[in-house]
């Protein structure tokens, strides 16, 4: 049973920290690229940062240097460590498995931002205020 299972959504104050967690089940994520997501109500979905199965890192350009998204492959746990928050990345924050259809996407084109063939967890909310 596959599942993707997200913690670490919290209030934090403005140049505050976060440490988010995805705990991954049914499918082993060192072999599939990985990714964090965001939505605002009534706004489009924004890939934040993927790791590819062989650690490539890709980040959007409103948190690099800010974000670092990583992955235990021991814990089967994805991370994304959050730091100088600002008021704007308050979200819905989406761990997500890239696929192509029903296949595990490891890395290439898939491995992307702009990839919306994803399974989503259920999302943890980060609030800077």
């Known amino acids: 049973h596959v599942q993707l299972v997200e913690s670490g959504g919290a209030v934090v104050r403005p140049g505050g920290s976060l440490r988010l967690s995805c705990a991954a089940s049914?499918?082993?994520?060192?072999?599939?690229?990985m990714g964090w997501f965001r939505q605002a109500s009534g706004k489009k979905r924004e890939g934040v940062a993927m790791?590819?199965?062989?650690?490539?890192?890709n980040y959007a350009d409103s948190v690099k240097g800010r974000f670092t998204i990583s992955k235990d492959n021991a814990k089967n746990t994805l991370h994304l460590q959050l730091n100088s928050l600002k008021p704007e990345d308050t979200d819905l924050y989406y761990c997500?498995?890239?696929?192509?259809?029903?296949?595990?996407?490891?890395?290439?084109?898939?491995?992307?931002?702009?990839?919306?063939?994803?399974?989503w967890g259920q999302g943890t909310q980060v609030t800077v205020s």
């Open positions: 790791i590819g199965s062989d650690g490539r890192l």
């Open positions: 997500a498995a890239m696929r192509i259809g029903q296949v595990w996407c490891g890395g290439g084109d898939c491995c992307s931002l702009n990839w919306g063939n994803n399974y």
């Open positions: 049914g499918f082993a994520l060192s072999a599939v690229c």
